[in-house]
């Protein structure tokens, strides 16, 4: 199994840099990632506003996928997710959603122990352990690893973790692959700017898909399907990521646009990724057991 070290870090997803990695299709490749602020915190005493604010959300790449080209898309399955031992969170004046009401930066070191990530002495958080940072280079000019989009990037979701499959569309031939920023833990919407930030290691396997096509990251796993859509509002992000989960399920039944759309209020799901990065994150949800009722089965 291939490998490829935390110092290989990138700050911005793009078409410019070169691969650190070569693999093939089929290949399965460890990945070690620094957390998202390339652990300059170690300690509560540490004066946060004096790390390096340029040195955020690093990413740990590219990776290079021989086979796989503009056009197709780009299958990555998380077979493993390991997380240190020691996680932090931070949040100051005119970050996050309550920014405005904090007057100083302040940090938190979080002590990973017994399965769970401890806020104090009296609060165990049970882990979910997930990536934040994911994706490829997009097309055009290079897009930093802390916002998100089409390619990837920042998504913040929590259930990019173990056991799940995600679909990339690919814009340049090799994808140019890149991953960082886990988090012990994280809520919907990371309120604050920080989920529990921590160090780790990745084990993904990587697969393509040839003629077919999406136009935003998709997420598989046992609950169902999940498309996730970056933009300036959640408004648009929700209607974009309804709309285009309707195309893409439609040629995969007998339905009709109307009938699709009743079902999708039936059992469809909106649902807020992260709302504090220059571009909010939201997912439209397909269950399961839907897609199995319909005989859906995508990029077969």
């Not at 994706?135 to 998504?155: F, I, K, R």
């Not at 909106?270 to 709302?275: A, C, D, E, P």
Request: hydrophobic share 40%; net charge negative.
């Amino acid at each position: 199994m291939k490998s490829l070290a935390k110092d290989q870090a990138i700050y911005a997803f793009s078409s410019h840099h070169e691969p650190v990695l070569y693999v093939q299709v089929g290949d399965t490749v460890e990945i070690e990632t620094y957390d998202c602020f390339t652990d300059q915190i170690q300690s509560a005493e540490q004066e946060v506003t004096a790390i390096d604010w340029d040195a955020i959300n690093p990413a740990t790449g590219p990776i290079y996928v021989e086979g796989v080209e503009a056009g197709d898309l780009l299958k990555v399955r998380i077979d493993k997710l390991e997380i240190g031992t020691q996680g932090v969170m931070v949040t100051g004046p005119e970050l996050g959603v309550m920014g405005h009401r904090l007057e100083e930066m302040t940090s938190k070191i979080i002590p990973i122990r017994d399965g769970k990530a401890w806020f104090s002495e009296k609060i165990g958080l049970p882990l979910n352990p997930m990536i934040g940072v994911i994706g490829v280079a997009p097309e055009g000019e290079p897009v930093s690893c802390g916002t998100p989009g089409s390619h990837g990037g920042n998504m913040d979701t929590k259930w990019i973790t173990e056991g799940a499959t995600l679909y990339f569309p690919v814009h340049i031939d090799g994808a140019l692959f890149g991953l960082g920023d886990f988090h012990a833990a994280m809520g919907d919407g990371e309120v604050s700017v920080s989920g529990i930030e921590v160090p780790g290691k990745a084990t993904v396997t990587f697969d393509v898909v040839k003629g077919h096509r999406s136009d935003w990251p998709l997420l598989e796993n046992e609950h169902g399907i999940y498309l996730l859509v970056s933009a300036l509002t959640l408004d648009e992000a929700i209607k974009i990521a309804t709309e285009e989960m309707i195309d893409l399920l439609l040629p995969h039944t007998e339905l009709s646009v109307s009938d699709l759309t009743m079902l999708m209020s039936a059992v469809g799901e909106t649902q807020i990724s992260q709302v504090v990065d220059p571009l909010v994150t939201a997912r439209f949800f397909v269950p399961r057991h839907l897609l199995e009722s319909l005989g859906v089965v995508l990029f077969d």
